[in-house]
Nanobody, 127 residues
Framework: QVKLVESGGGLVQAGGSLRLSCAAS????????MGWFRQAPGKEREFVAA????????YYPDSVKGRFTISRDNAKNMVYLQMDSLKPEDTALYYC????????????????????WGQGTHVTVSS
C-alpha cells in the first residue's frame, strides 16, 4: 500500500509557474505508474499528465501539452509536475495518483485505472 501526499500548490498570476510535488511512502514508487489529475469546482476530474514506471514515457492532454512537465525520482519516491505559462482555467484541485501493477513502459490516463490517490493540493491562477 502506498500513501501519496501532494504539496506545492498556491496562488499565482496568469503566465506564472508552479511546481507540484507528490511524496510517496509505504512502498517504493518504482512499482507504480503515476499520474496527475485535476478537478475544478463543478467539473469532472480531468487527466493532466502521466509517467511510466521507468520514467521513460510521458503523456499529456492537449490542454497542457507544452506547458506542463511530469517527472519522477524513484530513488526519492517523488513525482513532480512543473506547470508553466499558467492560465486561469488551470485553477483546480490537483491530485497525484498511483497504479500498480503496471507495465514498465505504459502510461495511464483514465482516473478509474488508478488505485491510490492523494488528498490534493489547490492551484489558483489569477487573471
Amino acid at each position: 500500500q502506498v500513501k501519496l501526499v501532494e504539496s506545492g500548490g498556491g496562488l499565482v498570476q496568469a503566465g506564472g509557474s508552479l511546481r507540484l510535488s507528490c511524496a510517496a511512502s509505504g512502498r517504493t514508487l518504482s512499482y507504480y505508474a503515476m499520474g496527475w489529475f485535476r478537478q475544478a469546482p463543478g467539473k469532472e476530474r480531468e487527466f493532466v499528465a502521466a509517467v511510466s514506471r521507468s520514467g521513460g514515457r510521458l503523456y499529456y492532454p492537449d490542454s497542457v501539452k507544452g506547458r506542463f512537465t511530469i517527472s519522477r525520482d524513484n530513488a526519492k519516491n517523488m513525482v513532480y509536475l512543473q506547470m508553466d505559462s499558467l492560465k486561469p482555467e488551470d485553477t483546480a484541485l490537483y491530485y497525484c495518483a498511483a497504479k500498480s501493477p503496471a507495465f514498465s513502459t505504459d502510461v495511464y490516463y483514465i482516473a478509474d485505472q488508478y488505485d491510490h490517490w492523494g488528498q490534493g493540493t489547490h492551484v489558483t491562477v489569477s487573471s
